[in-house]
């Protein structure tokens, strides 16, 4: 069954602590993306990959890193984090770019105290 | 730069009512537009995009591209429409970028 699953689902952490949300597709799709969704700004873009070793900014890359070294992998991390960064966080991923269909994970729930 | 606009946050419409949703958007060059929709508890799924002209669940949407809107309708509105709506842009000339509107909340009442 085609899947794209994102680890932990739900997290609380405070200030600071470093963290890192897994996202995992077995869609054998090139591009992969992250977006954060907030109450009246629907989703925006944090970074993308278009494949294997090659990412890029979204809209709102600061405070993130990413990371792609094998194609089906797309963790997003977070080195220090704040309370602005508390959101629900969507992983999707599409067979070669964001003109195609993409397909999403179920979301991360993250607040940061 | 890319921008999208949704101006109603929330439509409520009756059953059988026809529904219009509107997105504009701001580009330069020539965009790839889509409907994206989130159900409840669901994830969020492709709707329709425009270079397909399909009708998906009897949902429409027309690129206007002299008054850059991509407006999403449907004649007659069905309770399993409620949902949030989201119109997003792409390109190919924008490499991997993609960007949503703010989103229309949905409810269809009987």
């Known amino acids: 069954e085609a899947q794209v699953t994102q680890n932990p689902r739900y997290l609380i952490t405070v200030t600071g602590k470093k963290l890192t949300v897994t996202c995992s597709q077995n869609m054998n799709h090139e591009y992969m993306s992250w977006y954060r969704q907030d109450p009246g700004l629907g989703l925006r873009q944090i970074y993308y990959?278009?494949?294997?070793?090659?990412?890029d900014k979204g809209d709102v890359p600061e405070g993130y890193k990413v990371s792609r070294k094998e194609k089906r992998n797309f963790p997003l991390i977070l080195e220090s984090p704040s309370p602005n960064q508390t959101s629900l966080y969507f992983c999707?991923?599409?067979?070669?770019?964001?003109?195609?269909?993409?397909?999403f994970g179920p979301g991360t729930r993250l607040t940061v105290l | 730069a890319q921008r999208v606009t949704q101006p109603e946050k929330l439509l409520s419409v009756f059953k059988g009512a026809p529904v219009e949703l509107k997105c504009n958007y701001s580009y330069s060059g020539s965009p790839e537009l889509f409907w994206y929709v989130q159900y409840s508890r669901q994830r969020l799924q492709l709707l329709l995009r425009?270079?397909s002209r399909e009708s998906i669940k009897g949902f429409t949407a027309d690129l206007n591209k002299g008054e850059t809107s991509f407006h999403l309708k449907k004649p007659f509105a069905q309770e399993e429409d409620s949902a949030m709506y989201y119109c997003?842009?792409?390109?190919?000339?924008?490499?991997?970028?993609?960007?949503f509107g703010a989103g229309t909340q949905v409810v269809v009442t009987p």
């Open positions: 997003a842009l792409s390109s190919y000339n924008s490499w991997g970028k993609f960007q």
């Open positions: 990959s278009m494949n294997v070793e090659v990412t």
């Open positions: 999707a991923t599409s067979s070669s770019g964001p003109y195609n269909e993409q397909f």
């Open positions: 425009h270079i």
